[in-house]
C-alpha cells in the first residue's frame, strides 16, 4: 500500500545537519510516510549518511543526482514518491514530531476539492547547533490581507503539483515562492496553522543567506511578476523578511 505522506528532501553538502533532518521525521506521531532524499551532487559525504539511514528504514530512499539545483532535487523527489499527501523538509532544516499528523488534519477536515488544498505552519529559528532563536511570526503582508503562505512547510495533495507542472529549475533561490503563487493563481488555496511545527536552522551556508542579495532580488522579481509592482520587501534585523505594500505606497 502506498504512504499516505511523501517527505521531499533536497540536500546539498547538508552533512553536518541531515542526521537531525531525518531523525525528526523518524519521531513523527504518524508513522505513514516515505523519505524521499536527493542529493544534488554533495561533496561533503551526505549522500553516504542518507544512503546508511535508507538501509536501516525501508521509507528512508536516496537518489544521487548531478548538481542541478533545489528545483530539479525537488522534481526529482517528486517523480520518486507515490503518496496522495506531499510535503518538503531541507535537509539542514527539522520538524516538530506533530507537523505531519497536525497538517494531514487539516487537509482532511474538508472536502478534497472545497476546502483548502495546502496549508502551512509557523517556523521557529534555531542556529547551526540547533539552539531555538526565535518565532516567527507571519509577516505584514499575511496580516493585511496579501500573504503567500508556502516554503518549505507547506503541506499540499499531490494533484497540485501535478496541475502546475512541480518547481522552476531555472530558479536559485525562490522556487518555493514562485510555485507557491503558481498554485494559488491555478485556483488552489492554502490555510496556516498557528502552531510552530517547522524549524529553520540558520547558518552561513544555508542557501538563502549565502546568496541574500540573490533571493531578495529573486522575490522582489516573483512579486512584480505576479502581483505587480506595489510590493517591498526588507529585512527585519533578525534575518526575517518583511513583505509590505505599504513601504512603497503600492495598492492596499
Known sequence: MNPLVSILMPAYNAGKFISDAIESCQVQTSRDWELLIVDDGSVDGTAAVAEGYAAADDR??????????????????????KGEIVCRLDADDAQDPWRLKCQMSILHRYPRKRGPQMT??????????????????????RKTGHAVVGGAPL??????????????????????????????????????????LYYVRKHPDKLTIRHRAQY?????????????????????GNGRIIYAREMVGGPQ
Not at 502551512?120 to 503582508?141: H, K, R
Not at 505587480?228 to 529585512?235: A, F, H, K, P, S
Open 216 to 236: 531578495l532580488q529573486t522575490l522582489k522579481d516573483l512579486h512584480a511578476k505576479y502581483l505587480g509592482d506595489g510590493i517591498g520587501i526588507t529585512n527585519d
Open 155 to 196: 503541506m499540499f495533495w499531490r494533484e497540485v503539483n501535478e496541475s502546475i507542472g512541480g518547481w522552476d529549475e531555472s530558479l536559485v533561490v525562490g522556487e518555493d515562492t514562485d510555485w507557491t503563487f503558481r498554485a494559488q493563481l491555478a485556483g488552489f488555496w492554502a490555510s496556516c496553522t498557528p502552531l510552530r
Open 60 to 81: 528512508v530512499r536516496v537518489q544521487r543526482a548531478e548538481h542541478r539545483g533545489v528545483g530539479a532535487a525537488l522534481n526529482t523527489a517528486f517523480a520518486m514518491s
Open 120 to 141: 502551512s505552519c509557523m517556523t521557529q529559528s534555531m542556529d547551526a547547533n540547533g539552539t531555538v532563536l526565535d518565532v516567527c511570526g507571519l509577516s505584514q503582508e
